[in-house]
């Protein structure tokens, strides 16, 4: 499997989604994380779970929700954000996944990495001013 287009929007409280990948801290209560699922002949068609590691400028991740915890990559254990389980049509599909973090975000450049079924799939980013 693999995430292209991994796009980071930001949504405000009331709403608003904002694109471009830099926005104020104070405009974002959560992250909306947007990529699509390239077609793969040899993944089968069923539920798949998404794993989301959002990082600060330190490399350290983001883990302040119930949904966070610790998965095995490459025969070590990696801590992510959040997760969210798919139904995985294999036909190019566009996967939506919001995560709230409980405080606001400090200023720099954040990275993002996705994970399923014991590989890396895609990664993105954005920056907060």
Do not use: H
Request: proline content about 2%; charged content about 25%.
């Amino acid at each position: 499997m693999k995430a292209q287009q991994v796009q980071v929007y930001a949504l405000s409280e009331n709403g608003k989604l904002r694109d471009g990948g830099r926005y104020k801290s104070s405009k974002i209560d959560k992250l909306k994380i947007s990529f699509v699922l390239a077609s793969n002949p040899v993944a089968e068609q069923n539920n798949k779970d998404i794993y989301v590691r959002i990082m600060d400028q330190n490399g350290a991740v983001i883990s302040e929700s119930a949904n966070s915890g610790i998965m095995q990559f490459d025969g070590k254990e990696l801590g992510y954000t959040t997760k969210q389980g798919i139904p995985f049509e294999n036909n190019d599909q566009k996967v939506d996944i919001v995560y709230g973090k409980g405080s606001p975000y400090k200023s720099g450049k954040y990275s993002i990495e996705l994970y399923s079924e014991g590989f890396k799939i895609g990664t993105g980013g954005f920056e907060v001013k």
